[in-house]
């Protein structure tokens, strides 16, 4: 029986895992606003309504340092995925690995990930070992599998908002290697 994702009776708090695929994020949130950007720290706080966060992690090629800082400075350590070849960065087989890791050493309590329907064996995996999931800023197709597997699922639009005028004009700094 799977754990319902509340506030736990007992006196060791819940344990919460937040691992999100920013690439797909990003694509799920410019499919429909080529302006939006996440809402990160919301991301980070909807998380943390599901107990004590434990690992907050963000999957990606990271080579924008503005962005890279944005997403630590809402809670979340950016992991640097290197790119497999041009425009390909592996950041799910990432965050999978991770995940499994994490489900393996029963280190969560709760397992809350954005991504896409590539995160299914994870979440299957949650399953098996009754680790409760939450699909918060996801990119999961309506009726999908994933769905069916998320105690809580919140799509991406709902933790977008609109660049700011500064955002749009400024010229991404570079990582400095």
């Given at each position: 029986?799977?754990?319902?994702?509340?506030?736990?009776?007992?006196?060791?708090?819940?344990?919460?895992?937040?691992?999100?695929?920013y690439p797909?994020?990003?694509?799920?949130?410019?499919?429909?606003?080529?302006?939006?950007?996440?809402?990160?720290?919301?991301?980070?706080?909807?998380?943390?309504?599901?107990?004590?966060?434990?690992?907050?992690?963000?999957?990606?090629?990271?080579?924008?340092?503005?962005?890279?800082?944005?997403?630590?400075?809402?809670?979340?350590?950016?992991?640097?995925?290197?790119p497999a070849?041009?425009?390909?960065?592996?950041?799910?087989?990432?965050?999978?690995?991770?995940?499994?890791?994490?489900?393996?050493?029963?280190?969560?309590?709760?397992?809350?990930?954005?991504?896409?329907?590539?995160?299914?064996?994870?979440?299957?995996?949650?399953?098996?070992?009754?680790?409760?999931?939450?699909?918060?800023?996801?990119?999961?197709?309506?009726?999908?599998?994933?769905?069916?597997?998320?105690?809580?699922?919140?799509?991406?639009?709902?933790?977008?908002?609109?660049q700011t005028?500064?955002?749009?004009?400024?010229?991404?700094?570079?990582?400095?290697?």
């Open positions: 029986m799977l754990r319902s994702i509340s506030v736990s009776d007992s006196p060791r708090q819940t344990r919460v895992g937040l691992l999100v695929d797909v994020l990003l694509r799920a949130l410019r499919g429909t606003d080529p302006d939006a950007v996440p809402r990160l720290p919301d991301i980070v706080g909807r998380a943390r309504t599901l107990g004590s966060i434990f690992v907050a992690r963000a999957y990606g090629a990271w080579y924008d340092v503005d962005e890279a800082t944005t997403a630590f400075s809402a809670g979340l350590d950016p992991v640097f995925v290197p070849a041009a425009g390909s960065v592996p950041t799910t087989n990432a965050l999978i690995s991770d995940g499994m890791g994490l489900l393996e050493k029963h280190l969560v309590d709760v397992l809350a990930v954005s991504g896409d329907e590539r995160l299914l064996p994870l979440m299957q995996s949650a399953r098996e070992t009754e680790v409760a999931v939450a699909l918060i800023a996801h990119a999961c197709q309506p009726g999908g599998p994933c769905l069916g597997l998320a105690e809580v699922a919140e799509p991406a639009a709902a933790f977008a908002r609109t005028r500064a955002e749009r004009y400024r010229r991404p700094s570079p990582s400095v290697a």
